[in-house]
Structure formats: structure tokens, C-alpha cells
């Protein structure tokens, strides 16, 4: 069973006399930020001189520094800017700071297990990921409750780690709903996998294909996009609630039964065969390796194909029915 601490389990003394340098503005970090001010801890804010973010931190009252400057004076470095910049700031501006003793932070640990970035033995490395988007954290902390998360520890230079790693998860609100001990090699390769299998990479070609199938047998776009992409957001908000199940029991039986029957039809044997190659192209570090060329050349295939994917019809269809329902300006 998995281990699961809660505000209980948290101690936020142990962050009383340490400053807490957050490495990046955005998503995470303006999120990670505030609400660890908010449960009274001291917190400084790295950030590319200048741009929005920077901006934007010291409009909301933050101490804003340039990276090295921040990852120097702070005790903790929690790092929250996108993967594929990490390793270059770490070594540039993060790495000529980080002196022994000093705490380094992640919220995805890709740079840590694949060694894009390797830490001296001398500082301690963990990670508290919540399981939201900062918006989501942010508003949940301020309602007083929070979001799930999890935790883990890949270095204890000072045999602190784990606490120092629980304080944080309860300054940034996960251990009021809880959060799960795991490994930076879990985290990464099932968020990963999510990622491409379900979240962004499958549901996005399922919906493609299903909605290509019913215009290509002659049936109309606007009808096919509302059946195989529009619905889906009613479907997932009842499996978010309620689960698969209850789901299943909120649908009519004529979609259940077809959904029972068929749905094996589309995620075959085949297609789980696929899945265990895209897990195991994870695994070894091919996908990551990719990735990372890719991110050094300037990103020209994922340029091409968000070129291409533009004018699909699905998104043409799409963007005329948001702007007639009211959903999109």
C-alpha cells in the first residue's frame, strides 16, 4: 500500500530559519510561491530578469533576483521552470551556488533520473509534485483546502530530507488532502506514460481518428465533433467524481452496454503492445534522449506538427462551435 502523510505528519518549523528560493514564475512557481509566503515561510523568487513573470513576482511583493543570485542565497532551490531549460540553468547560473548542505527541489524529476542534472553528494535532493496545475493549486490553498501530491526523496546529504520535504509539501497545501511517498524513477516514467498514452497523446489521437471516421463515412463535421470530442468533457468530469463505475452508472444502458462491448474492440491487444513499447522507450531513456535533442535544436518537429495540427478540420469545426456557444471569443 502506498504511504500517504498528511498535515499531521508535516512539520513547518523545520523551514522557520531557511529561505526558500523559487526558481521560476509560472504555472508552479507563482502558485508554490504564494502559498508557501502564505503559511509563513521566507521566499525569494528567481527569475529571468525583466520578462512577465519577473514582472509579476514583484508586483505580488516578492523579493525577485536573477537565478544565480537566488539559488545563492537560498537554503532551498526549488526548481520550476519547463525540463528542457533546467539542465542549462543548472549548470550556468544553480550549480556555482549550490554549497554543501543547501537543498535542491523538484516538482517533476526529469532532469534528476535521466542525469541531465547531476548534484554534487553534498546537498540533499527531493521533490514535492502536486497533481495540478498551479491555477488549481493556488485556488485550492486559498479555499483552504488543497491538492494531492507526491513526495520524494533522491539524496539525504543532511538526513533531513524527508522532513524538510513534508514541510514543504504542507506550506504548499498537498498534506491537507495528502500526499504519496514515491521515487523520482516512479514519478517520471508513470507521469510519462500518462502523458502520452492517455492524457495528451492517446485521448488527443482517439478523438482525431474517431471524429475523421463518422466525416469520412459522409456524417457532418459539427455533429461528429460534438459526439466524439464536445461530450467527452461530461464523460471525464463523472469519472473524476465518481469513477469508471459510477460513471457507467450514470450513462444510459445503451451507452454502457455499447461501451462494454466495443471498447475492447478499439484498446486491443495490438494497442497494448504498443503501450508497453512507448513504456518501454521511457524506461531506457530513448524517449528522454529524444526529447532533449529535440529541446537543443529549438523544438523544429513540435513547431512542424502544432504548424499542422492547426488547420484540421476537428479545430476549424471546433473553434466556429466554441464562438457560437459562448465558450470561446
Same mark, same amino acid.
Given at each position: 500500500m502506498a504511504k500517504i502523510y498528511y498535515d499531521k505528519d508535516a512539520d513547518l518549523e523545520v523551514l522557520k530559519d531557511k529561505t526558500i528560493a523559487i526558481i521560476g514564475y509560472g504555472n508552479q512557481g507563482h502558485a508554490q510561491a504564494n502559498n508557501l509566503r502564505d503559511s509563513g515561510c521566507k521566499v525569494i523568487v528567481? %527569475?529571468?530578469?525583466? /520578462? =512577465?513573470?519577473? *514582472?509579476?513576482?514583484?508586483? /505580488?511583493?516578492?523579493?525577485? @533576483?536573477d537565478i544565480s543570485e537566488a539559488a545563492r542565497r537560498g537554503d532551498i532551490v526549488h526548481m520550476l521552470i519547463p525540463d528542457e531549460y533546467q539542465? *542549462?540553468?543548472? =549548470?550556468?547560473? +544553480?550549480?556555482?551556488?549550490?554549497?554543501?548542505? !543547501?537543498? @535542491?527541489?523538484?516538482?517533476h524529476g526529469f532532469n534528476i533520473h535521466f542525469k541531465q542534472i547531476v548534484p554534487p553528494s553534498d546537498v540533499d535532493v527531493i521533490m514535492i509534485a502536486p497533481k495540478a496545475?498551479?491555477?488549481i493549486l493556488r485556488r485550492m490553498y486559498l479555499q483552504g483546502s488543497g491538492v494531492p501530491g $507526491?513526495?520524494?526523496?533522491? *539524496? /539525504?546529504?543532511?538526513? *533531513?530530507? !524527508?522532513?524538510?520535504?513534508?514541510? $514543504?509539501?504542507k506550506g504548499v497545501g498537498l498534506t491537507r488532502i495528502g500526499v504519496v511517498e514515491t521515487t523520482f524513477k516512479e514519478e517520471v516514467e508513470t507521469d510519462l506514460f500518462g502523458e502520452q498514452v492517455v492524457l495528451v497523446g492517446g485521448v488527443s489521437e482517439l478523438i482525431k481518428a474517431a471524429f475523421e471516421t463518422l466525416v469520412d463515412a459522409g456524417y457532418?463535421?459539427?455533429v461528429a465533433y460534438f459526439e466524439c470530442l %464536445?461530450?467527452? !468533457?461530461?464523460?471525464?468530469d463523472l469519472i473524476y467524481e465518481r469513477g469508471i463505475e459510477g460513471m457507467m452508472a450514470a450513462v444510459s444502458n445503451t451507452a454502457e452496454y455499447g461501451g462494454r462491448t466495443r471498447g475492447k474492440w478499439v484498446? /486491443?491487444?495490438?494497442?497494448? !503492445?504498443?503501450? $508497453?513499447?512507448? @513504456?518501454?522507450? +521511457?524506461?531506457?531513456?530513448?524517449?528522454?534522449?529524444?526529447?532533449?535533442?529535440?529541446? =537543443?535544436?529549438?523544438?523544429? %518537429?513540435?513547431?512542424?506538427?502544432?504548424e499542422a495540427a492547426k488547420d484540421h478540420l476537428i479545430e476549424r469545426v471546433g473553434r466556429e462551435l466554441r464562438r457560437w456557444a459562448g465558450i470561446e471569443k
Open positions: 528567481g %527569475n529571468v530578469r525583466g /520578462d =512577465r513573470y519577473w *514582472q509579476q513576482a514583484v508586483a /505580488d511583493g516578492f523579493e525577485v @533576483l539542465a *542549462q540553468v543548472y =549548470r550556468e547560473q +544553480i550549480a556555482p551556488g549550490l554549497s554543501r548542505g !543547501k537543498v @535542491l527541489c523538484f516538482s496545475p498551479g491555477a $507526491l513526495l520524494a526523496v533522491e *539524496q /539525504d546529504y543532511s538526513g *533531513q530530507a !524527508k522532513r524538510i520535504a513534508l514541510a $514543504l509539501a457532418q463535421p459539427e %464536445n461530450e467527452l !468533457k461530461l464523460i471525464v484498446i /486491443d491487444d495490438r494497442v497494448r !503492445k504498443v503501450m $508497453l513499447r512507448i @513504456l518501454a522507450d +521511457i524506461q531506457s531513456g530513448a524517449f528522454a534522449e529524444e526529447w532533449v535533442e529535440e529541446s =537543443r535544436r529549438g523544438i523544429p %518537429n513540435l513547431k512542424q506538427m502544432r
